[in-house]
Every structure is written in structure tokens, then in C-alpha cells.
């Protein structure tokens, strides 16, 4: 069996394209390699639109012979305005709104662990900026 939304299956039960498909030009293709490792908070400064808001829920490790084992999760929840930047990549003070971390654990919060996990590099984005400039009409 095939599960899909209500609006998808009124459209297609139409003959028509869903408004949200993929054929529908939304797909964009694919990022050259030399983008494989940006992170998503990297590629979120860079985005014009912001329709959602991510939380970040890490556990520390209770185990002491493990003091820099974090597991947990990330969630994106839909805003209910749409964020439009006009200048490019965003400022932390323009991203605080967006993302949201919370640590749990039996102690006080080390953040010496966590290291780079929420670091961005700015020549990355820098770059990631100029690629979507020369590739992308939005740009």
C-alpha cells in the first residue's frame, strides 16, 4: 500500500500534479562534492527562506569512563511566519530565533565535549555562497 497526505491524493485522484512534488520543480539537484561536508547549521545561515525552527535535545553520558558521549536528537518544527534575510549568511543574533539546544544530563553542562558540533566555518560558507550566486537565479 501507498500512504500519502490528503492534499497529494485529492491531486493526483484529479490527474494533476501535487503542488508540493517534486516534478514540480522543486527539486534543485544535488550539491557538488566540495559541499558534502557542510554542516546544516552552515547551509542554514545561508538560506534566504526560513520556514522552520530546529531543537536540539543532547544527553550526556552518565557513564564516567565515557564523559564525552552525547546522544540525542534534532526535530524541525514549521513556523508559522516565514523568515525572508537580505543580507546573506545570516548573523548568530538572526539565527538565535531558529535553533534552540537543550542538554541533559546529572551534572552541569561542559561544553569542552561537545566540541565543533554547532561551529560554523566561514570560508565554507563563504564559498558555499559564491557556488549558489553563479548557480542559482534566486542568488
Sequence with gaps: SLMMCPPCHTALSHSKLPALALANRL???SLPSQFCDLTWIEEKVCTIYSITVYVTRLFQSSDPSQPKGFHGNTCAHDMNIMSTASVLPRAPADINGFLSVVFIGPEAFDPKPIGTLFH????KIWVFLQWLKAHNLTY
Excluded: C, F, L, T
Excluded at 560554523?120 to 570560508?123: A, G, I, L, P, R
Design 27 to 29: 527539486y534543485r539537484g
Design 120 to 123: 560554523v566555518q566561514k570560508h
